[in-house]
């Protein structure tokens, strides 16, 4: 997997440009014709994006007009036929309705290391549901997810007390504060020591803040930098901003 070197993220093969581009910091580079690892000549291109979405409509319906909407194309003529949008529909001045939405890949969702996520899907399903005018389609390896009654007749109530339930379970906001400390540096090593030893330093100041041991951002390397962090929870977000407060101005970056 050719990941770009200035991040730990995987670059992302754009058909219309003919580059491979990494999302999280805009770096470009010519397609490749031969492994960097192996040398190997046989170059192969996996996963579902926008464009394949296309091509792979365009075949299965080639009379019928196919658009786009996402960040590098933001207009949307108004005799399309099928519409193939990112979030980017959302964020339209025009209202764009259709007789069927299908949601591909809903599972990404979950896979998002944030206690958010399942939020952030009721959302995406309630906005999808007042453009929908017939029925929403959802492509997912977990259907008995979406098979039971909150889902099916979207009750919100009974999704948001499913919700707060399991994060008063874990101990998540609202039920506790959150905060995080973030180091970054170019040397690895370096913020991996300084992040560490900031972690000792604070520990055990108080009884009142729960303090996680350090992790590596996602993704770790970002447009140079190595990045790591420190998980916080308390009960009183006074409390938290008052210990950080406190403690950190001690402390020589």
């Not at 997912?140 to 098979?147: D, G, L």
């Not at 970054?184 to 000792?200: P, V």
């Not at 993704?219 to 407060?245: C, D, E, M, V, W």
Request: hydrophobic share 40%; proline share 4%; with cysteine.
């Amino acid at each position: 997997v050719l990941r770009c070197s200035r991040c730990s993220t995987r670059f992302v093969f754009h058909f219309e440009e003919k580059k491979l581009i990494c999302n999280s910091c805009g770096l470009k580079k010519d397609l490749i014709t031969i492994c960097p690892e192996c040398s190997a000549h046989y170059i192969r291109y996996m996963g579902i994006g926008i464009e394949k979405v296309i091509s792979q409509l365009a075949l299965i319906f080639p009379a019928l007009k196919i658009c786009r909407l996402d960040k590098e194309h933001q207009t949307v003529p108004n005799d399309f036929q099928i519409l193939v949008a990112t979030e980017m529909l959302f964020h339209q001045e025009q209202i764009i309705e259709a007789e069927i939405i299908a949601l591909l890949d809903i599972d990404s969702m979950m896979q998002i290391v944030n206690f958010m996520a399942n939020e952030k899907l009721y959302a995406l399903l309630y906005r999808c549901r007042n453009r929908a005018k017939e029925a929403i389609v959802l492509q997912t390896r977990m259907a008995a997810q979406y098979q039971r009654k909150e889902f099916t007749h979207f009750d919100l109530h009974k999704l948001f007390q499913a919700e707060l339930k399991d994060r008063k379970a874990l101990q998540l906001p609202p039920f506790r504060h959150l905060g995080s400390l973030n180091v970054r540096g170019k040397n690895q090593e370096r913020a991996k020591n300084a992040i560490t030893s900031l972690y000792e330093k604070l520990k055990d100041k108080d009884k009142k803040i729960q303090i996680f041991e350090p992790m590596e951002n996602i993704p770790l390397k970002l447009r140079g930098s190595f990045r790591y962090q420190i998980l916080l929870k308390a009960k009183n977000p006074l409390a938290l901003s008052n210990f950080l407060r406190k403690h950190l101005k001690k402390i020589k970056p």
